[in-house]
C-alpha cells in the first residue's frame, strides 16, 4: 500500500459494528452510592482493574469519579494511563507493588501510589526515593502481602505509609475464616505507622461495619455482582451484551443448527443468527440459555458455534436482519447457568463488544 492509500484507510470510519456492551452507568454510579453508604464511615473506594472488569475504563471510571469515587486500585503498572485520563495519578494505587526498578522510576513520573506487598519492594521504593505508598499485609489469604512476621523490619518503619490494607479470603461465605482475618488484621494494624486502614472488598461490605475501617474496595459489585444475599436488593446490573441479528431463515423438522449438529428441529421454525461467541465472552457454557427481545424469549438452539449463536424467533416472528437483541446478563443468575462465577462472566466480556 502506498501512503495515499493507507491515508485513505486511516480516514475512513469503520461502521458501527453489530455487537455491543450496553453499560448503565447510572446503575454504576447507583452501585457505588449504595456500597459506600453500606460502608458507614468509612469511604468506598473502587476496584477498576482489569478494564473494570472488562467493563472499559473509559465507560466506568468517569462515572465512578462523578459519584464520589477518590480512591481506584489497579493490579499492574500498565493500567495506570488509562485510568489517570479521568481522575488525579495521586489517587490510583497499583496492587502488584513495584516488581522491578523501572516501576519505581514509573511511579515517581506519574504520582500513581505503589501497593507495597514485600520487604523487597519496600526496599527498591525506598532506594529510588519512596514517598507516599499503601501497604498490603497478609491476614490469611497468602496470595500478595507482606507477613505479619516482616512488619517489624526497619525497611517498613522507614516507609510513609497512607492505606495500610489486607485482603478477605472468604467473604462472600459465612466462613469463620471471616471473624479470624478480622481478629488478624486488628492485631496487625497497631504495628505499623499508617493513616488510614482497609480490609473489606465487595462481598466484606456486607459483613459489617467492624469490616469497613476507613476505606472500602469494592470492585466486582460496583459492576453488578452480587457476592452475598445482604446485597441482592441494593446492587443493579450493569452490563448487558447486546447484539444484532445478522441473519435470519426458515428451517424445517429434521434440520440441524450450529456446531455439531446438537440441536436438531422437531417442526418448521424460524432462526435467526447473532454475532457473539468464545472471542466475545460468550462460551459454550450458554448453551442452553435464551437471548431476549423486550419480554420475549428467544431460546439459543445447540452450541455457540465461534463467534455466532444461533436462536429461535417463535416468540419474536416479526424480527429481521439488523434487529438488536440481549443476553440476559443478571450476574448471578448467569452465574448458574453458566457454572461460570461473576467475577469470570464480567472479565471474560471481549474487546469487540466495547
Ligand atoms: C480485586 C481486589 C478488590 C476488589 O474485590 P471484589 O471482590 O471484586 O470486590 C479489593 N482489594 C484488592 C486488594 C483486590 O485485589
Not at 142 to 162: K, Y
Request: glycine share 8%; proline share 5%; with cysteine.
Amino acid at each position: 500500500m502506498g501512503l495515499p492509500e493507507i491515508l485513505q484507510m486511516m480516514l475512513a470510519k469503520s461502521p458501527p459494528a453489530s455487537l455491543r456492551l450496553s453499560v448503565d452507568q447510572s446503575a454504576l454510579a447507583s452501585n457505588w452510592r449504595a456500597l459506600d453508604h453500606m460502608s458507614g464511615t468509612a469511604l468506598a473506594g473502587a476496584a477498576v482493574k482489569a478494564d473494570c472488569y472488562g467493563l472499559g475504563v473509559e465507560a466506568c471510571v468517569p462515572a465512578l469519579r462523578d459519584a464520589g469515587a477518590n480512591e481506584f486500585f489497579v493490579a499492574h503498572w500498565s493500567e495506570v494511563s488509562d485510568v489517570a485520563r479521568h481522575v488525579p495519578p495521586a489517587q490510583i494505587a497499583v496492587l502488584h507493588g513495584p516488581l522491578i526498578d523501572a516501576d519505581v522510576a514509573y511511579a515517581c513520573a506519574t504520582g500513581a501510589v505503589p501497593v507495597i506487598n514485600s520487604l523487597e519492594q519496600a526496599i527498591r521504593w525506598a532506594g529510588g526515593g519512596g514517598g507516599r505508598c499503601h501497604v498490603m499485609v497478609d491476614s490469611g489469604i497468602n496470595r500478595l502481602g507482606l507477613s505479619p512476621a516482616d512488619l517489624a523490619d526497619p525497611a517498613i518503619a522507614r516507609l510513609d505509609i497512607d492505606i495500610l490494607m489486607s485482603h478477605l479470603a472468604c467473604a462472600d461465605e459465612d466462613s469463620a475464616m471471616n471473624a479470624r482475618q478480622l481478629a488478624r488484621f486488628q492485631q496487625i494494624t497497631p504495628q505499623v505507622n499508617h493513616r488510614r486502614l482497609s480490609l473489606a472488598n465487595s462481598a466484606g461490605v456486607a459483613l459489617g461495619s467492624k469490616y469497613a475501617f476507613d476505606l472500602t474496595r469494592p470492585g466486582l459489585s460496583l459492576y453488578g455482582g452480587i457476592p452475598r444475599p445482604e446485597l441482592a436488593e441494593v446492587i443493579r446490573q450493569v452490563a448487558t451484551p447486546q447484539a444484532a441479528l445478522i441473519q435470519t431463515r426458515q428451517i424445517s423438522a429434521g434440520d440441524s443448527v450450529g456446531y455439531n449438529a446438537t440441536f436438531t428441529a422437531t417442526h418448521a421454525m424460524r432462526i435467526g443468527v447473532v454475532s457473539l461467541g468464545y472471542a466475545d465472552g460468550i462460551l459454550r457454557a450458554w448453551s442452553g440459555a435464551h437471548f431476549k427481545y423486550g419480554e420475549c424469549e428467544l431460546p439459543i438452539l445447540g452450541r455457540v458455534s465461534m463467534d455466532m449463536i444461533v436462536i429461535d424467533l417463535s416468540a419474536a416472528p416479526d424480527l429481521r436482519e439488523g434487529d438488536w437483541v440481549e443476553l440476559p446478563y443478571f450476574l448471578p443468575t448467569a452465574a448458574q447457568q453458566t457454572t461460570l462465577s461473576q467475577y469470570e462472566l464480567l472479565t471474560l466480556l471481549g474487546t469487540r463488544l466495547k
